[in-house]
């Protein structure tokens, strides 16, 4: 599962939005995170050979923007809206892997670049993206290349978690999931998270 998705679940049962999401590993190597960090902090990333990131103008010469976040054209002002919407949603995201590189990477977004894309969008003129471009293609990488092997997805309305297993979320109605499977799952990440999660009446079962 891709970060990415993360933006747009919620729990197929009672609806609720957004979820809690746990990440135990990643499919990519922590190297990946650490290039991330080194193009990001030493301004290495090429707008000109990039092709993440499309800018335009509309006939009234009005900037639009897409990405990969982002996948209409928008003006600059809804597209700044609907990043720090998609970047907000980091803070529900727990990174329990054993990547320090992955974790660095999601502090930087939900903090220091989400500060920075809001100064931004306070300037009267919002023509001057180009003093943001770093930014937005770190966060494009973040969530559209480091894919997640293993976690879970958690809903702290009606207490249901759902397991990721080999990339693949499970979100299954309760009557079609694999009781056995999952509870295996759960017990091999119980070193893991937090103590407190089992003491929760999760949905629907738990090792207790």
Same mark, same amino acid.
């Not at 103008?57 to 720090?84: A, C, F, G, N, R």
């Not at 295996?184 to 893991?192: M, Q």
């Given at each position: 599962?891709?970060?990415?998705?993360?933006?747009?679940?919620?729990?197929?049962?009672?609806?609720?939005?957004?979820?809690?999401?746990?990440?135990?590993?990643?499919?990519?190597?922590?190297?990946?995170?650490?290039?991330?960090?080194?193009?990001?902090?030493?301004?290495?990333?090429?707008?000109?050979?990039?092709?993440?990131?499309?800018?335009?103008?509309?006939?009234?010469?009005?900037?639009?923007?897409?990405?990969?976040?982002?996948?209409?054209?928008?003006?600059?002002?809804?597209?700044?809206?609907?990043?720090?919407?998609?970047?907000?949603?980091?803070?529900?995201?727990?990174?329990?892997?054993?990547?320090?590189?992955?974790?660095?990477?999601?502090?930087?977004? $939900?903090? @220091?670049?989400? *500060?920075?894309?809001?100064?931004? !969008? %306070? +300037?009267?003129? &919002? =023509?001057?993206?180009?003093?943001?471009?770093?930014?937005?293609?770190?966060?494009?990488?973040?969530?559209?290349?480091?894919?997640?092997?293993?976690?879970?997805?958690?809903?702290?309305?009606?207490?249901?978690?759902?397991?990721?297993?080999?990339?693949?979320?499970?979100?299954?109605?309760?009557?079609? $999931?694999? @009781?056995?499977? *999952?509870?295996?799952?759960?017990? !091999? %990440? +119980?070193?893991? &998270? =937090?103590?407190?999660?089992?003491?929760?009446?999760?949905?629907?079962?738990?090792?207790?």
């Amino acid at each position: 599962m891709r970060l990415w998705l993360f933006d747009i679940l919620a729990c197929p049962i009672c609806k609720h939005y957004p979820l809690k999401l746990y990440i135990f590993s990643y499919q990519v190597e922590e190297d990946k995170f650490k290039k991330y960090l080194k193009d990001y902090n030493e301004n290495t990333f090429n707008y000109e050979n990039q092709d993440i990131l499309k800018i335009s103008q509309d006939t009234e010469d009005k900037i639009l923007i897409k990405d990969e976040i982002v996948i209409e054209k928008k003006p600059i002002i809804k597209y700044l809206e609907d990043i720090l919407t998609s970047v907000g949603e980091l803070k529900n995201i727990e990174d329990l892997s054993p990547y320090e590189k992955s974790k660095k990477c999601l502090s930087i977004a $939900r903090e @220091k670049i989400f *500060e920075q894309l809001i100064e931004f !969008s %306070k +300037k009267s003129d &919002l =023509n001057q993206i180009e003093s943001i471009i770093p930014e937005l293609i770190f966060l494009n990488k973040l969530k559209i290349d480091a894919e997640i092997e293993s976690g879970i997805l958690f809903c702290n309305e009606c207490n249901r978690w759902f397991p990721i297993i080999d990339t693949i979320p499970r979100m299954l109605p309760d009557e079609y $999931r694999d @009781k056995a499977k *999952e509870l295996d799952f759960l017990k !091999s %990440k +119980k070193d893991i &998270l =937090n103590k407190e999660f089992f003491n929760l009446d999760l949905k629907p079962f738990n090792l207790q």
